[in-house]
């Protein structure tokens, strides 16, 4: 998960700050000094932690924390505004010109996954019905045009290719003149991967952006490289005229200097962020989105908007009758399992969570996609009439399910008591909800699930 390390040392701070009735100086100063560490150890830019951790001390002593009720949450509360506004504030969005198509050309050093990043970014575009034509420019590289192809005819968006025995330049001006005259509203220029010392080719992107006049030029730097990527966009920045920042592979960068740090030391705002290698896992980035989920609070609009994306609303209204009236079957199991699925890995959609990441610092908890899998291949070796009616599986039944799942018998047993459980909760649940809330408040709430908060329920995965 990104940001995990410094999520947790902040958490650790702030949760100091909340139990304290009242605050002294002291008490801020030695919870910025322990901020100050925590951004380092993130990797985030010496300067950018300098200026910082002035501006959140001097809203601090602005608003005297010490005389407010809650003076920890008014400090957390500065440091996630500060947060927001060293990412850039609000989300920059892509341009879109006035005369169709919008240029975007595509820049970055050799194996940022620039070319994997121009097919998501077209597959994003395709889903706000845009029509996009990929532009196939990096002809230095072995195999790069096939790729863009492949993955062109994989969300069946159209590639401009003239091989790779015309100039890049001729091959981009081209391209936009096809744009034109296909009625495709976007063009994204894959150009060769290059170090920014590498004059010739610097000199050749120039070139490019003096053909065809890009609306956009995003440079795709690779997140885990932490402070190199910053200096590598600082570097770009002065060579090229950047309007945005993609960053790549930000699902797998604990430390998130680079999230924290480009947009103060370029200017350039990030605008997208690939968190997965599948073609569909690039999202807009979300300053306050981005600051809450640092802070811990998850991110639930990021989790609705996937939700409406991926989640059928008649299936959800169906699926919801199923478990009020108990005639939730492994069918429909299935079903949600694959909903869920297709909004991404289970473990990014907690880190959306408000609290789930005090959950997952527990060591006890542990989110398995094997054991899910494994879930999974027990219910699909379950007949037609056993999904329907799990009451008719005995001994044999459950055998020849263990066998064809190539679990054991004790796991479908266990899977059969969960699921019955479930179906259980779940239909004690819908009957104690009412219009005001659960009968009987928190207390009912927490017999349900249980006893306290939970701690006895099972699901069936």
Avoid: W
Avoid at 174 to 201: C, P, S, W
Avoid at 257 to 269: E, F, H, I, Q
Avoid at 347 to 375: H, S, V, Y
Avoid at 399 to 417: E, F, Q
């Amino acid at each position: 998960m990104a940001f995990e390390g410094l999520t947790t040392r902040l958490q650790n701070v702030f949760g100091k700050l909340r139990g304290k009735g009242k605050l002294s100086e002291d008490d801020v100063n030695d919870a910025m000094r322990e901020v100050r560490l925590a951004l380092l150890e993130a990797d985030v830019n010496f300067k950018v932690v300098k200026e910082f951790i002035a501006k959140v001390k001097e809203k601090a002593v602005g608003q005297d924390v010490t005389k407010s009720f809650t003076p920890g949450m008014v400090v957390i509360d500065i440091v996630n505004k500060e947060l927001i506004e060293l990412m850039g504030g609000t989300q920059a969005k892509l341009a879109k010109s006035n005369r169709p198509p919008t240029v975007v050309l595509m820049a970055g050093l050799q194996g940022a996954g620039k070319t994997t990043l121009t097919g998501k970014l077209a597959k994003l575009l395709q889903s706000q019905n845009h029509k996009p034509l990929l532009v196939a420019g990096d002809i230095y590289r072995p195999a790069a045009i096939k790729q863009l192809q492949v993955l062109g005819d994989s969300i069946n968006v159209p590639v401009f290719t003239l091989g790779d025995q015309v100039s890049p330049v001729e091959i981009a001006r081209q391209g936009v003149q096809q744009a034109k005259e296909q009625g495709n509203d976007y063009v994204l220029i894959d150009t060769a991967g290059r170090l920014q010392i590498d004059e010739a080719l610097m000199e050749e992107i120039k070139r490019i952006h003096e053909a065809v006049k890009p609306d956009e030029v995003l440079l795709v730097v690779d997140a885990m490289t932490g402070q190199e990527a910053v200096n590598v966009a600082k570097s770009f920045h002065e060579q090229l005229a950047l309007t945005g920042v993609v960053l790549t592979k930000l699902d797998g960068d604990t430390r998130g200097g680079a999230a924290l740090s480009v947009k103060a030391v370029t200017g350039c705002p990030i605008k997208f962020a690939s968190t997965g290698e599948k073609i569909d896992q690039l999202e807009a980035f979300h300053p306050d989105r981005m600051a809450s989920r640092i802070l811990g609070m998850g991110d639930m609009l990021s989790l609705i908007e996937k939700a409406q994306t991926n989640i059928d609303a008649e299936k959800a209204k169906e699926m919801e009758r199923k478990m009020r009236t108990a005639e939730f079957t492994f069918d429909d199991f299935l079903e949600q399992m694959e909903q869920v699925r297709k909004m991404g890995p289970i473990d990014q959609l907690l880190d959306m969570m408000p609290g789930m990441n005090k959950l997952k610092a527990n060591p006890n908890f542990k989110i398995d996609e094997k054991q899910i899998a494994r879930t999974e291949a027990i219910a699909k070796s379950m007949t037609k009439v056993e999904k329907q009616k799990p009451d008719i599986i005995n001994y044999s039944r459950r055998k020849r399910i263990a066998a064809g799942s190539g679990a054991t018998i004790a796991d479908v047993n266990r899977l059969l008591k969960q699921f019955e459980d479930m179906k259980k909760m779940m239909k004690q649940f819908s009957g104690m909800m009412g219009p005001k809330g659960p009968k009987g408040g928190m207390k009912g709430l927490k017999n349900l699930l249980g006893g306290k908060g939970g701690k006895n329920m099972k699901f069936p995965f």
